[in-house]
């Protein structure tokens, strides 16, 4: 079964760019997997950042983008803030019509 | 504005059957997927399927023996059975809609122990 393959944790300065990504246990990720990435914080439900690759959703601040880097999804931030620290998932559509979820990248700003 | 809203049994016993329903409000069901997510405690997100309004369903290879899903469209619902359930099934259980090529709507989600 493919697996999506996420950094578990990563750590960032306040202020600084965070690439966060999001891989194929085999195969390369492309626009036609319409990656999308979702922030969670404890608790909480998850929120949609991204969506088909590259759109901001509504309400989300342009120093959240997406892209593919390489032969993975690439979400980055921008001048990353205290209240960024959260977990942080990706989700691929497979051609079989099913969605996987990545496990997550926990990320700390500090 | 549309929200969703899950409802169901906290508890159910091993072998069992988990049974929940997700109400939409402020919108209709129809000319959208809709997902079953799940999160069990302290670990990452899992699809677990999702049912179109017109009732046509896809499910994650690895349930896919212990899922059922249906819509009601007439009362704006649509729900999930998953059979012969084990602790393993422990989890927050969310119901969400596939908006534009993402999970753009989400419930609180409901934890659902499973134990005896």
């Known amino acids: 079964q493919t697996v999506v393959t996420q950094e578990p944790s990563f750590s960032a300065s306040p202020g600084g760019t965070v690439t966060l990504t999001c891989g194929l246990s085999?195969?390369?990720?492309?626009?036609?997997?319409?990656p999308s990435w979702y922030q969670q914080t404890p608790g909480q439900t998850p929120r949609t950042l991204i969506h088909s690759t590259n759109t901001r959703s509504s309400g989300v601040p342009d120093r959240f983008s997406g892209s593919i880097l390489g032969n993975k999804a690439a979400l980055t931030i921008t001048g990353a803030q205290a209240d960024d620290e959260s977990d942080y998932y990706c989700?691929?559509?497979?051609?079989?019509?099913?969605?996987?979820f990545g496990g997550g990248t926990k990320l700390t700003v500090l | 504005q549309v929200q969703l809203q899950e409802s169901g049994p906290g508890l159910v016993k091993p072998s069992e059957t988990l049974s929940l329903t997700c109400t939409v409000s402020?919108?209709?069901?129809?000319?959208?997927?809709w997902s079953w997510i799940r999160q069990s405690p302290g670990k990452g997100l899992e699809w677990i399927g999702y049912?179109?309004?017109?009732?046509?369903?896809n499910y994650n290879p690895s349930l896919k023996s212990r899922v059922t899903m249906s819509v009601d469209t007439s009362t704006n619902q649509f729900s999930l059975r998953l059979d012969s359930v084990t602790a393993a099934d422990t989890a927050v259980y969310y119901c969400a809609r596939y908006g534009p090529w993402s999970f753009d709507l989400w419930g609180r989600g409901t934890l659902v122990t499973v134990s005896s």
């Open positions: 989700v691929l559509y497979m051609s079989s019509d099913i969605y996987v």
């Open positions: 085999s195969g390369s990720v492309s626009t036609s997997h319409y």
């Open positions: 402020g919108g209709s069901i129809s000319g959208y997927f």
């Open positions: 049912i179109y309004y017109t009732g046509s369903t």
